[in-house]
């Protein structure tokens, strides 16, 4: 079964305006890890937030983790063409694990 | 460092053929897994690994068998393949314990392997 669920499934908007994606979860977690998939390509880290934190910046990136609510947000923002891809959020449900389940993703485009 | 090395890259199998997916990493990373890509389901996890000779099960373990006789590789055996296990192929690999590094907890992933079970 599926730990994240990720909103919007599809998110199309303008170069140069920002981007959230949102995604929930359903039981405790360690951490919350934020990966970006290039169409046909691995996935690639980009941020990760632990369970006591509240928000993680890195570059153009900010991450919101409430863990009261279960849920956590991306914000891309000035974005760019560049940044379109499939956004998926992942949770570490066990202390040192590494045992990641992933949500759905949000597919984002950026038009030019 | 090359990273996460997966070959083939593409295979078409028959039903009833078996196989090996082949994962390597040059990182020393403790843990690997595998997980399978399909439409629409997002990445579910095979089977992982938190050091040589430890292998558990994942969300979605059967019809698969993985080892882990080293650091470096771990393999993903299809036994009898079935048009079901149609679907892309990721290895991931990463350091263990609580990251001291804010990237340092993320996993690194090859670039994955499309299977064609006809």
């Known amino acids: 079964s599926q730990q994240g669920e990720e909103d919007p499934q599809a998110l199309s908007i303008q170069e140069g305006e920002n981007a959230t994606m949102n995604c929930s979860y359903k039981t405790s977690i360690n951490n919350l890890q934020w990966y970006r998939q290039n169409s046909g390509r691995g996935l690639v880290h980009l941020i990760l937030i632990r369970s006591n934190e509240r928000e993680k910046h890195s570059g153009r990136l900010r991450v919101t983790l409430d863990t009261s609510k279960k849920s956590s947000s991306l914000l891309i923002t000035a974005s760019r063409a560049a940044d379109t891809a499939s956004y998926f959020c992942?949770?570490?449900?066990?202390?040192?694990?590494?045992?990641?389940?992933f949500g759905q993703g949000t597919r984002l485009t950026i038009n030019p | 460092n090359a990273g996460v090395t997966q070959t083939p890259k593409f295979q078409v199998l028959k039903t009833g053929q078996s196989m090996t997916l082949q994962c390597a990493q040059d990182m020393n990373h403790e843990y690997m897994s595998w997980y399978r890509q399909d439409p629409g389901m997002g990445l579910r996890l095979i089977h992982y690994?938190?050091?040589?000779?430890?292998?558990d099960q994942g969300e979605v373990p059967n019809g698969y068998n993985v080892s882990r006789s080293t650091t470096e590789d771990f393999p993903l055996r299809l036994l009898s393949a079935a048009p079901s296990q149609t679907s892309v192929y990721f290895c991931a690999s990463s350091y263990s314990g609580s990251p001291a590094h804010p990237t340092r907890g993320g996993y690194t992933f090859g670039s994955g392997t499309r299977l064609t079970v006809v």
């Open positions: 992942a949770t570490n449900v066990a202390q040192g694990a590494q045992k990641l389940v």
């Open positions: 690994s938190v050091g040589a000779g430890i292998t």
